[in-house]
């Protein structure tokens, strides 16, 4: 999410910010346990676990593709049984830790590495303990349909708590857990162009496996000239988290959030039934699995998505640096200006850096030329001229999308952040008052030591078809994404960094809407009122389906749809609280 910095530079920033906050931080409180075993999925240890020979039925089952965790991290030390240190191998896993594809090849290693709880972590001494901890104990490797009803049955019968695991992208914690089963979806790769035709769309499509990557669907559209809704990141698991959770686009303002395109879901679902969800069969999984959030209501084994003709697209970047109030009185003026421009189909990648440096490296007008972005971004360029405020705007015309997205967006790392963020109404820019109190609000953030990006497009287009994504989204200007650099040396530092996020930087823009909403894929896990603030109004609704799909509780994660009723104990152990959802 944020580029041309270097972590290092980001490092600072953090450790000033962890300075302004330190005042008013305190430690998070231990979760919630409940007592009686009956009242915990299994864990190992326990008496319950299953025995060797047992796990050896299942990886029959599944055709030997249950694999035992071995951490990623356990060449760095020498305390992981039968793997051994090895200097050039854990040199890689630390210099290649910020590359997506070093844990989305892998069974077990979450993104966010705070959720990996240092179980096994490759910056600690050589010495340090190497266990699987937080990690998912094993995985099923999934191929088919039959690969996930046996693990759904094999974690029901045995009461082992499941995850159904992608690419590790997931920013809250969702696709990891302490004793778990990972159903891992990775390997399922097939793409089907189709020429689709029901009641509610005629044309082309693609049909994507649950495996299939942003960028692996992209090529697959843009091979017969269409494209696909994708996100910022080439190597985010299309049909799963991404389109599930809602989905933000290059492509938003001209089409809509990707859980928009969704024409038709196979899915496993939580009693082991496989079912194609569509608007007119299945209906209510249909709208539950377009945006209210993966690994909640049934395992996707494939999705169906609208593809559009490809295009010329413009790319713009701009930036400039100003330490005077006047970087504020420019921030204001882009934000006025902001509804026209993403209403003429632009979306817009900006971010508040430390030092009052703004920073826009992708802006994008597809079907648009350079020349129309660079006028909608006119009234910004001209208040920049007004106050002598030197900048530097780049602008080019690429013959297609694909071309615009690998220039602007070359090389993507996982965001190492302590996370927080909203999404800010339109409404907030309507009058001078308001606008003026969103910047306001933008300032405290980076006053008090956060980094912010916006993601800002306009999807308040009705949807072709009804479905779950926060209804906040149709108002919305921009996804405010912020936090502060996690800090891989301290896990209690990352713990005082997200209570910060909770006390200080969310409010510092919740404060502005009476009831604010956020992205449930990118935003803070310990959100107070997440129920509302992810899923809105939808909430209610979205737990009924969730019982009716996944009647024995098996898919849970932190902040899914109806997770309420269990909570991690301090080990890790998922066990019920009592609530009822
Ligand atoms: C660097 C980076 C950039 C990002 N950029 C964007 C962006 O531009 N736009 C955007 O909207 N989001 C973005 N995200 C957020 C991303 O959409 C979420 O993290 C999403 O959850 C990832 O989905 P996944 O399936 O790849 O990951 P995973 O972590 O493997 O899974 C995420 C969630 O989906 C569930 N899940 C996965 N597969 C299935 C399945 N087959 N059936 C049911 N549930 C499933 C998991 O259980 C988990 O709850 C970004 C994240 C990162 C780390
Ligand atoms: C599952 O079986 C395969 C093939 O026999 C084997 O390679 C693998 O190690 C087994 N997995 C486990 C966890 O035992
Ligand atoms: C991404 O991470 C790699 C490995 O840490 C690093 O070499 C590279 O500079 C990073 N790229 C960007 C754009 O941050
Ligand atoms: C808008 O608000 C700013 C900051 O309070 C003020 O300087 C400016 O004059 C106002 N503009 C208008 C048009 O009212
Ligand atoms: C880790 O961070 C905590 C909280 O900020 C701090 O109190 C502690 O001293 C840090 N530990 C180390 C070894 O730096
Ligand atoms: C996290 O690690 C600590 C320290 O090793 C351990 O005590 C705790 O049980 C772990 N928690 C989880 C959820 O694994």
Request: hydrophobic share 40%.
């Amino acid at each position: 999410m944020f580029k041309g910095l270097t972590r290092l530079q980001l490092q600072m920033v953090a450790l000033t910010s962890l300075l302004v906050l330190a005042g008013s931080v305190w430690l998070a409180r231990s979760e919630s346990s409940a007592s009686g075993a009956s009242q915990c999925r299994c864990f190992p240890g326990d008496a319950c676990w299953p025995s060797t020979s047992t796990w050896n039925t299942l990886n029959n089952t599944v055709g030997g593709r249950l694999i035992k965790t071995v951490p990623i991290g356990a060449v760095c030390h020498d305390t992981f049984p039968g793997v051994s240190y090895n200097a050039k191998k854990c040199a890689d896993v630390q210099g290649n830790w910020a590359r997506p594809e070093l844990h989305d090849e892998t069974t077990h290693s979450p993104m966010a590495a705070f959720f990996a709880n240092m179980s096994c972590d490759p910056f600690t001494p050589r010495s340090a303990p190497c266990v699987i901890g937080s990690y998912v104990q094993y995985a099923v490797k999934a191929s088919c349909d039959s690969d996930y009803r046996a693990t759904i049955n094999f974690a029901t019968k045995y009461n082992i708590r499941l995850v159904i695991r992608n690419t590790g992208h997931d920013y809250m914690g969702k696709s990891t857990g302490a004793g778990a089963i990972a159903l891992w979806t990775h390997g399922i790769k097939d793409t089907t162009i189709k020429d689709y035709k029901s009641s509610y769309y005629t044309g082309k499509a693609i049909k994507l496996g649950a495996g299939v990557q942003a960028n692996e669907a992209q090529e697959a559209a843009n091979a017969k000239g269409y494209v696909v809704v994708e996100g910022d990141c080439p190597t985010v698991g299309i049909a799963g988290g991404y389109t599930q959770g809602g989905g933000t686009s290059p492509l938003g303002s001209k089409f809509g959030l990707a859980a928009d395109q969704v024409l038709e879901w196979e899915v496993v679902t939580g009693a082991g039934t496989v079912l194609t969800a569509t608007p007119t069969q299945n209906t209510d999984l249909y709208w539950a699995l377009a945006g209210g959030g993966g690994g909640t209501y049934g395992a996707v084994l494939s999705m169906t998505v609208r593809m559009y003709k490809n295009m010329a697209t413009a790319g713009v970047t701009l930036s400039y640096l100003e330490s005077s109030d006047a970087y504020w009185q420019i921030l204001q003026v882009f934000l006025t200006n902001l509804p026209a421009v993403l209403k003429s189909g632009a979306v817009l990648y900006w971010q508040l850096l430390p030092g009052n440096f703004f920073y826009m490296p992708q802006a994008y007008l597809p079907g648009g030329t350079a020349k129309d972005l660079v006028k909608l971004l006119q009234p910004t360029l001209d208040a920049l001229n007004a106050k002598k405020i030197p900048y530097s705007l780049t602008s080019k015309d690429f013959p297609t999308f694909q071309d615009s997205f690998k220039t602007l967006n070359p090389e993507m790392n996982i965001t190492e952040f302590n996370l927080g963020g909203s999404l800010i109404p339109r409404s907030l820019v309507a009058t001078n008052k308001s606008v003026t109190a969103l910047v306001a609000g933008l300032k405290s953030v980076t006053d008090n030591g956060g980094i912010l990006a916006g993601v800002s497009m306009d999807v308040s287009k009705t949807p072709p078809v009804p479905n779950a994504a926060h209804p906040a989204w149709r108002d919305s200007l921009f996804l405010a994404f912020l936090g502060t650099v996690y800090d891989r040396s301290n896990l209690t530092a990352n713990v005082v960094a997200q209570q910060a996020v909770s006390n200080v930087l969310d409010p510092s823009l919740d404060k502005l809407t009476p009831n604010p909403a956020a992205y449930l894929n990118e935003a803070n896990f310990k959100r107070a009122n997440w129920q509302s603030a992810f899923y809105g109004t939808n909430y209610a609704k979205l737990v009924s389906i969730k019982k009716k799909y996944d009647p024995n509780a098996i898919f849970w994660g932190p902040t899914v749809v109806g997770s309420e009723a269990w909570a991690p104990a301090a080990d890790g152990k998922l066990c019920k609280t009592g609530v009822t959802v």
